[in-house]
């Protein structure tokens, strides 16, 4: 009986403990802070900055692509960000990327966002295999372009999926994808007059 009572408060403690940290290693990061490009990298000659509290990209006079990365690398995680599209929204959310320095040629896989039915949430590999997963027609009006939108990814092993607004829009195991690790890395597509305002960037690692 005296055994059982002194251990008592231990397994409490373990218990408490484990639980603790348990609901540190879930907690949200937060990718932007409102105030600076603290903790992303820029390649290319595009333009990135922040905006009464919001991350804004345009293209620049090269009309070039453009990447905005993290300086963090992440392999499984639980991505949330809000986007809204100006006249063309043309641009991208990579997973797993990586970037050359002094290049704009990315290895990674994009998550789209793009103007209305060009496949935003879809999955595409640069310099790779290109379309892995698109948007079918009917998943296409969930996008609300001109507004913000939430787009939620999660990447675990070979798994991923990506959500806009609530709505599931693919769901893909591909080895490849699985075998990759890098930086989160917001895009600028190449051919100008693009601009996309970002905010409420959250991760959370698996």
Known sequence: MFLSKLRNPFLIAACSLALTTGAMAQKK??????????????????KWFVQDGELICESGPDKGYGYLATTKTYKNFELSVDFKQGANGNSGVFIRSNIPDGSTKISGWQVEVAPPNHDTGGIYESYGRGWLIQIPDEKEGFLKF????????????????????????????????????????????????IKVNWKNLKIKSL
């Open 146 to 193: 001109g507004e913000w939108n939430t787009l939620k990814i999660r990447a675990e092993g070979p798994r991923v999926r990506t959500w806009l607004n609530g709505h599931e829009m693919v769901d893909i195991n591909d080895e490849k994808i699985g075998a990759g690790n890098g930086s989160i890395a917001l895009q600028i597509h190449d051919g100008g007059g």
């Open 29 to 46: 990061e937060k990718l932007f802070n409102g105030k600076d490009l603290t903790g992303w990298k820029v390649y290319g000659t595009e």
